[in-house]
């Protein structure tokens, strides 16, 4: 592997270094069909009324947690994803509210006015949660390296 792009906190696998490429920033996203008219979204306790969705990297404690506000949701249920691209499929079905970043979702949200996809709610928060380019240490060699045979 020369060089790998993950979503994480580091540290990763022994020998693997990692350099921050931009925070994430996160928000709740919603088909407009989901959106009930007598539950709306105006404060973090009225997602109690929806089904929340989370992807592999189940970023909705750290969201409540940037929010202040995680003595607020009660318990976090809902399906689990192994991909954010399925969590974002079954969003736009409008079987629940995800988090998501931008570039996720920034044609769907620009598709709304076309009567498709997902409505961008809730507080845009960055997480500790990041995008980091990772790939192998980079060994030095010594000057003793040649008596192990390396």
Known sequence: MDIAV????????????????????????ASPQLLKPDHPVHTISDLQNYVLLHDCHDLWPEYFNALGCTNDVGELKGPHFSQSSLAIDVTIAGQG???????????????????????????TVRIA??????????????????????
Request: aromatic fraction near 8%.
């Open 97 to 123: 509210i995800a988090l998501t970043s931008e570039h996720l979702v920034e044609r769907d949200i620009s598709a709304l006015n076309r009567a498709f996809a997902v409505s961008k709610f809730c507080a």
């Open 6 to 29: 993950r979503l994480g906190k580091p540290p990763f696998a022994k020998g693997l270094v990692s350099d921050p490429l931009f925070p994430l920033q996160v928000f709740g996203v």
């Open 129 to 150: 949660v990041q995008r980091l380019a990772v790939r192998q240490r980079v060994r030095t060699h010594s000057s003793f390296d040649h008596l192990a045979g390396a």
